[in-house]
């Protein structure tokens, strides 16, 4: 299999430099020959790839430890759940799951983009087989999965017991599929710069998949932290680590470019600055995954360095100049079709969250590499941690949630002072009046104060919008409230799911708050003894340790410590953390031994306990109990945002004209027969 | 003659090999003490509960001792500060040694800012969970949210000049006619899109 594996990423290789060059040739020259065959290598590549995943699983699943990339990462004891992951624990298995993902993506555009964007498509699939061409390349060259050892081990090294997680089954994936998905605007984005054909149709034909793309990366990115939270055991759930900051900048800006995307649509406004955004947050895919494999910046995710990081820094070098290179000269037929005509307008508002998303952006990179710049310019290498990046980045977080209030509430193009005072009355009040109750409620912490005060106001925007569009339609139609919420959803799902992920993203901000309130304590109990903690709510939790017992099981020797909790008097129940110490098929233990958290959940706050380890062999054990308050609600808010981004998306609504007459009107557009 | 039964026989006979094989189990397999009852049992097998630890002391939840710690970065590799290091990963001998270095310091009356001057001294700056705000450093802290502010004030100057240009503009020609709709049905257009919000 191994053989067919090699076999395919030759073919791959090989059929990717053919479609690069057979796409921008036959786009350039207007060869349909060469454009049909540019499309066809885009399939081929696809086929090609999937063969070698399919090639690389069957090594995996069969146990062949001569491939070195099953040895290093699988073991005959690893479940089948986590053997299947393996294809994407490491870094050659990343690279071939990321081509093949790029290959596939890439043929889905060519298949179901509209005929009416026929003259992108070549320049498409040259960019989509040229990406693709350049991680075959790294495999071929430099980390090749299929390579052989010189000897068969009796059995494999066994899966880093982190990513033994189910969320590190899902989060990699959802994370590259984000990444990934982002290639296919930048390939339309230079598609259309290199047609010329730079009016708003490309956008059209991109619209979905910048959605794709921000959902899986925002998916990626709340798997990410759940693991984090439930295995890493220090307590949070973000740490600004490099890898971290790494996902965070691409949906930064792909999250700026669906705002500003709008400014386009509408009014033919910032078509240099679109184009810019498409580009920049590929370029930021690919920088992530070269600090994620360089090892460049010190990083927890430390098992996936190696030397392919500068095969990436040349890619992104080269990519970036050409791209930039080919933007500067079509920057003459980039102009704006209509000009900003106030400074309290939706437009305008538009432009101002775009600068913070992109402000934040730069921050974060800017913190992320700064060790490095320290090094070159001070010959002292820093480091920069959470300390920094929330002294940073708080305020311009509140600032944007501010924003994300302040914007549906202006009129587009101008808006009047009447207008102003109808529309900001309510959600003001609101925010008002929390920031009140929060004071006169003893909370002394003011950025967590001004991020709950400044979630009352989103919250009581949001609420407005709906309750406003919600009585429009009953007034109109006499629908019932509930009949008129769903239906104004269901016919403006763009907006409302917007407004929805705008929830979400207030959620996620009240439960970030709730760590300003976070306590930990750490002490030894014998079995039978008690700790007290007081939660910041004001309750005391109880934990009795009960004792601890060993096992065996799956792939590993558990020491599971229990502990019985009270909270008040009142008993709620019992909590297991566990040391696990991993083995291969052999009973031979292949890493330190692992931590499994406990976690008592409810909506208000969470009970962390971690088991550190034991004294003197015996069952007196070692805890950490850490209270970490709201921090259920950043799973609901991300699903929540998750939900919104899946409305805005959702296929159907009906075509503009059907629009109309569901909204009461029949009216003819100029120029429309 | 022993007087007994078969049944009976047997009976003792088990009960003799029984006592004769009885082996009382050792001490470190012995059943746990009762809660709060006495000391604990020994584990099965220690190593799988990861490194030894000793048992926490009250200086170890200070909270002027963790301010400090998380100031300052763990030189295990691990990324974090010391004290997360040592309260996560305590298979790690390098964050318990500094947390035992800042109770040394602290013990010799040396205050907060003295015990981390004390580490930079002997570490250098990357000791530091985040740089120093001096020299070169200050641009990590605030050049992001200067750029910002002049960005921002750019925008402002240019949405400024935007406005006046469009208020100067004269007032685009009226749109032909070109709408199937009575004046009715414009001037309930007009009232509803008043009406909506945004």
Known sequence: ?673 | MLDCTRREFFGLLGGLASAALYRPLPPSAAQDSLPGTGPSGRLFDPARAGRPLPPVTARDNDAAIQVIEKQLKCTCGCNQDVYTCRTTDFSCTTSPAMHQRVLQLADRGQDAQEIIDQFVRENGVQILMAPPKRGFNLAGYFLPTVLILVAAAVLVMALRRWARAAAARPAAPAAPAALDATAAELERLRRELDSLPG
């Open chain 1, 1 to 673: 299999m191994t053989v067919l594996g090699n076999l395919a990423l030759w073919v791959a290789f090989l059929v990717g430099i053919w479609g690069a060059l057979t796409g921008f040739a036959g786009g350039l020259l207007g060869r349909a020959d060469l454009q049909q065959s540019a499309r066809h290598a885009v399939f081929a590549m696809c086929a090609a790839l999937v063969t070698a995943v399919f090639a690389l699983e069957w090594a995996l699943f069969h146990h062949d430890f001569n491939v070195e990339y099953v040895a290093a990462y699988t073991s005959r004891n690893l479940p089948i759940f986590y053997t299947w992951s393996a294809l994407y624990a490491g870094q050659k298995g990343s690279l071939l799951f990321w081509a093949s993902v790029l290959s596939l993506f890439g043929s889905l555009a060519l298949t179901f983009t509209s005929r009416r964007h026929a003259p992108l498509l070549p320049y498409v699939a040259g960019v989509v087989c040229a990406v693709a061409a350049f991680f075959v390349t790294v495999m071929l060259f430099a980390a090749n999965p299929f390579a052989r050892l010189a000897f068969t081990p009796l059995d494999g090294n066994g899966l880093n017991p982190q990513l033994q997680n189910p969320g590190m089954v899902f989060h990699p994936p959802m994370l590259y599929l984000g990444y990934i998905s982002i290639t296919i605007p930048y390939a339309f984005a230079m598609a259309a710069l290199l047609s010329r054909r730079l009016d708003t149709d490309w956008l059209v034909a991109i619209r979905k998949w910048t959605l794709v793309s921000w959902l899986f990366l925002s998916i990626g990115l709340l798997l990410g932290m759940w693991w984090a939270y439930v295995e890493l055991g220090w307590g949070g759930y973000w740490a600004w680590d490099p890898v971290e900051n790494a996902a965070l900048l691409p949906w930064l800006t792909m999250t700026a470019f669906l705002h500003s995307v709008m400014i386009q649509e509408k009014r033919g406004m910032l078509k240099k600055w679109n184009l810019a955004l498409v580009i920049g947050s590929w370029l930021l895919s690919v920088m992530g995954t070269f600090i994620t494999r360089s090892g460049v910046i010190s990083s927890v995710h430390s098992f996936t360095q190696s030397p392919v990081g500068y095969y990436f820094l040349v890619f992104l070098v080269v990519a970036a100049a050409a791209s930039f290179t080919l933007y500067a000269r079509r920057l003459p037929l980039l102009d704006a079709e209509a000009r900003l005509e106030s400074m309290v307008s939706r437009e305008a508002s538009f432009l101002f969250n775009n600068l913070l998303f992109v402000g934040i952006a730069f921050s974060v990179l800017w913190g992320t590499l700064f060790p490095i710049l320290s090094e070159l310019v001070q010959g002292t290498k820093v480091t920069v941690g959470p300390p920094f990046f929330n002294q940073v980045n708080i305020p311009l977080g509140l600032a944007l949630l501010a924003l994300t209030g302040i914007g549906p509430l202006i009129a587009w193009r101008r808006a009047s002072l009447p207008n102003l005072r109808r529309q900001f009355a309510v959600p003001v009040t609101t925010g008002g009046f929390v920031g009140l109750i929060l004071l006169l409620g003893g909370m002394r912490d003011g950025w967590a104060l001004m991020a709950i005060a400044l979630a009352g106001f989103v919250a009581a925007t949001v609420a407005q919008e709906f309750a406003r569009g919600a009585h429009a339609r009953h007034r109109q139609y006499g629908e019932p409230y509930a009949l008129a919420l769903a239906r104004l959803v269901g016919r403006n799902r763009r907006r409302y799911g917007g407004y929805i992920v705008h929830t979400g993203i207030l959620i996620l901000f009240i439960a970030f708050a709730g760590m300003a309130f976070k306590t930990e304590t750490q002490v030894t109990l014998r079995p039978g003894e008690r700790a007290t903690i007081r939660s910041p709510y004001g309750w005391t939790y109880r934990l009795t340790h009960l004792g601890i017992s060993q096992y065996d099981a799956l792939n590993r020797q558990v020491t599971a410590a229990t502990l019985e909790v009270e909270r008040d008097g009142k008993r709620l129940g019992v909590l297991t953390t566990e040391k696990r110490q991993h083995v291969d098929g052999l009973g031979r233990p292949t890493f330190q031994p692992s931590t499994e958290v406990g976690i008592r959940s409810d909506l208000r706050e969470d009970l962390y306990v971690v088991l550190g380890g034991v004294v003197n062999g015996t069952e007196q054990a070692v805890f950490r109990f850490t209270i970490n308050p709201l921090v259920w609600w950043v799973w609901y808010g991300g699903v929540v945002l998750v939900v919104g981004g899946l409305v805005v998306m959702w296929p159907g609504g009906g075509s503009p004209a059907v629009k109309r007459v569901q909204a009461g009107y029949v009216v003819r557009l100029v120029g429309e027969q």
